[in-house]
């Protein structure tokens, strides 16, 4: 028994997981280097898929799972030394991108949803804990932790999130534990858990309610769970049941509704899932996956329906520069007006818009909100095929000019390519030369470089 984790649970009361929340686990598979999703709910048992896009995994690493808008992340190091994130939509599917920034990664990659952003934490073959948060608003910023003891030259760190903080825990090269996290009113800070045996492997961290949980592999074969709360402070002990872990592999622990789950590669190669729930206590299963793993195993909760979003907003600046796609995706912010879908901010005054031409004797058809998905083949159709022409290349070097996936006002539907009978609107055209004394008076202001392309800020 773990002392003290029934007490601080009965603080927190986490809800039990409901049949459609779904617990997810990612890993390599032995031999291929495929990347592997496996994913249990009440309602449908074990799934397990191949994921089918992204470059190939590097064979001395293992993949992180996280949750970030909606979207289930898989990030790893490939084996050309990209960090990939490849991601998964309810109405999307997979979705694949480089990380375009950052010292170059070793070891294993680990990532979390942290509010809006989604942060990928590693160790940096520099030896430098690296932390890259990508935001929809700012994109990818990658950020060296100053703090801290150096992270051991044969570990990876972990990262979580535990009430409003941040954490970071990782092996320093001396042995120790260390945990490091970040408060948006203090910054980052550090500590050192105490040790219950001495730690092998990589360190894994979540945070369950209002306790904190630093798991790991001892030196001696046997998995540590050492627990803090703001209480008790730290207490240690050792998870209790299922097979015993492979001498070269980490658990990874992660909060499901109320239970607590560690998951890890067994001595056999079963891929246990040993977890804690208040009514029954430790107890184990092994999760039926198709590929054998290979390295270590990942988890994450993926609640169903998802949590509420803020509230869309109805202000048309707020979306084209904050953070809206996957507002957009959810289908119940855009409206079709005429025959162009747009953002719900946007559909009062393009009605007013279409309204007005056609009294004009212009009748204004066109596009508006799309997917990053359709942008995804935009860029493949107007840029080239390779990873760096769809993510990367300037949006002025595509025939026609492409935004970047993620990039594009069409992404928000807070830009619309107006076309008349068909065909794209033409500068010196009756249409264009409407919009062009009209189009202002419904704040919408054109692209100059395309002469179609009218949008919320002229982007
Ligand atoms: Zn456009």
Same mark, same amino acid.
């Given at each position: 028994?773990?002392?003290?984790?029934?007490?601080?649970?009965?603080?927190?009361?986490?809800?039990?997981?409901?049949?459609?929340?779904?617990?997810? #686990?990612?890993?390599?598979?032995?031999?291929?280097?495929?990347?592997?999703?496996?994913?249990?709910?009440?309602?449908?048992?074990?799934?397990?898929?191949?994921?089918?896009?992204?470059?190939?995994?590097?064979?001395?690493?293992?993949?992180?799972?996280?949750?970030?808008?909606?979207?289930?992340?898989?990030?790893?190091? /490939?084996?050309?030394?990209?960090?990939?994130?490849?991601?998964?939509?309810?109405?999307?599917?997979?979705?694949?991108?480089?990380?375009?920034?950052?010292?170059?990664?070793?070891?294993?990659?680990?990532?979390?949803?942290?509010?809006?952003?989604?942060?990928?934490?590693?160790?940096?073959?520099?030896?430098?804990?690296?932390?890259?948060?990508?935001?929809?608003?700012?994109?990818?910023?990658?950020?060296?932790?100053?703090?801290?003891?150096?992270?051991?030259?044969?570990?990876? +760190?972990?990262?979580?999130?535990?009430?409003?903080?941040?954490? #970071?825990?990782?092996?320093?090269?001396?042995?120790?534990?260390?945990?490091?996290?970040?408060?948006?009113?203090?910054?980052?800070?550090?500590?050192?858990?105490?040790?219950?045996?001495?730690?092998?492997?990589?360190?894994?961290?979540?945070?369950?309610?209002?306790?904190?949980?630093?798991?790991?592999?001892?030196?001696?074969?046997?998995?540590?769970?050492?627990?803090?709360?703001?209480?008790?402070?730290?207490?240690?002990?050792?998870?209790?049941?299922?097979?015993?872990?492979?001498?070269?592999?980490?658990?990874?622990?992660?909060?499901?509704?109320?239970?607590?789950?560690?998951?890890?590669?067994?001595?056999?190669?079963?891929?246990?899932?040993?977890?804690?729930? +208040?009514?029954?206590?430790?107890?184990?299963?092994?999760?039926?996956?198709?590929?054998?793993?290979?390295?270590?195993?990942?988890?994450?909760?993926?609640?169903? +329906?998802?949590?509420?979003?803020?509230?869309?907003?109805?202000?048309?600046? /707020?979306?084209?520069?904050?953070?809206?796609?996957?507002?957009?995706?959810?289908?119940?912010?855009?409206?079709?007006?005429?025959?162009?879908?747009?953002?719900?901010?946007?559909?009062?005054?393009?009605?007013?818009?279409?309204?007005?031409?056609?009294?004009?004797?212009?009748?204004?058809?066109?596009?508006?909100?799309?997917?990053?998905?359709?942008?995804?083949?935009?860029?493949?159709?107007?840029?080239?095929?390779?990873?760096?022409?769809?993510?990367?290349?300037?949006?002025?070097?595509?025939?026609?000019?492409?935004?970047?996936?993620?990039?594009?006002?069409?992404?928000?539907?807070?830009?619309?390519?107006?076309?008349?009978?068909?065909?794209?609107?033409?500068?010196?055209?009756?249409?264009?030369?409407?919009?062009?004394?009209?189009?202002?008076?419904?704040?919408?202001?054109?692209?100059?470089?395309?002469?179609?392309?009218?949008?919320?800020?002229?982007?």
């Amino acid at each position: 028994m773990l002392p003290g984790t029934a007490l601080l649970l009965a603080a927190c009361d986490p809800a039990p997981p409901g049949p459609n929340d779904a617990f997810q #686990i990612a890993y390599r598979a032995a031999g291929t280097n495929n990347l592997v999703s496996t994913a249990y709910t009440e309602a449908t048992g074990w799934t397990t898929e191949t994921v089918p896009i992204g470059l190939n995994m590097a064979p001395d690493t293992s993949p992180g799972v996280a949750i970030y808008r909606d979207q289930v992340h898989i990030v790893y190091r /490939a084996a050309q030394g990209d960090l990939v994130d490849t991601w998964w939509t309810r109405n999307l599917g997979w979705q694949t991108r480089s990380v375009p920034v950052g010292p170059a990664a070793a070891g294993n990659v680990s990532a979390t949803g942290y509010g809006d952003a989604l942060h990928i934490v590693y160790r940096a073959t520099s030896g430098a804990l690296v932390n890259t948060r990508y935001t929809e608003a700012l994109g990818w910023e990658p950020q060296v932790v100053q703090i801290g003891l150096p992270v051991a030259a044969d570990s990876s +760190p972990d990262v979580t999130v535990f009430g409003n903080e941040l954490h #970071i825990g990782y092996r320093a090269s001396g042995g120790q534990v260390v945990n490091t996290w970040y408060t948006p009113d203090i910054g980052w800070q550090t500590n050192l858990v105490p040790l219950g045996d001495t730690a092998a492997g990589d360190v894994s961290v979540a945070g369950f309610g209002d306790s904190y949980h630093v798991v790991y592999r001892a030196t001696a074969g046997h998995v540590v769970d050492t627990v803090y709360t703001q209480a008790d402070g730290w207490r240690t002990g050792a998870v209790p049941v299922g097979l015993n872990i492979a001498s070269d592999a980490s658990p990874d622990v992660a909060a499901y509704g109320d239970e607590l789950h560690v998951v890890y590669r067994a001595a056999q190669g079963d891929a246990v899932n040993t977890w804690w729930d +208040p009514t029954e206590g430790w107890h184990s299963n092994s999760v039926p996956i198709g590929p054998t793993a290979a390295g270590d195993l990942s988890a994450v909760a993926y609640p169903y +329906p998802p949590p509420p979003r803020p509230i869309v907003t109805q202000d048309c600046e /707020a979306v084209a520069n904050g953070p809206s796609i996957p507002e957009a995706e959810s289908g119940a912010v855009t409206s079709v007006i005429g025959t162009i879908r747009v953002h719900n901010c946007l559909a009062p005054r393009l009605a007013g818009l279409l309204s007005a031409a056609a009294n004009d004797g212009i009748n204004l058809g066109g596009g508006g909100y799309r997917p990053i998905e359709r942008q995804i083949e935009l860029r493949r159709q107007n840029c080239g095929t390779s990873d760096y022409a769809i993510y990367e290349m300037r949006a002025s070097s595509c025939s026609p000019p492409t935004a970047r996936p993620g990039y594009s006002m069409h992404e928000r539907g807070v830009a619309i390519d107006f076309t008349v009978g068909g065909s794209t609107i033409r500068s010196g055209s009756a249409a264009f030369n409407w919009l062009k004394a009209h189009a202002v008076s419904y704040g919408l202001y054109n692209l100059p470089s395309e002469t179609w392309h009218w949008s919320v800020n002229g982007k």
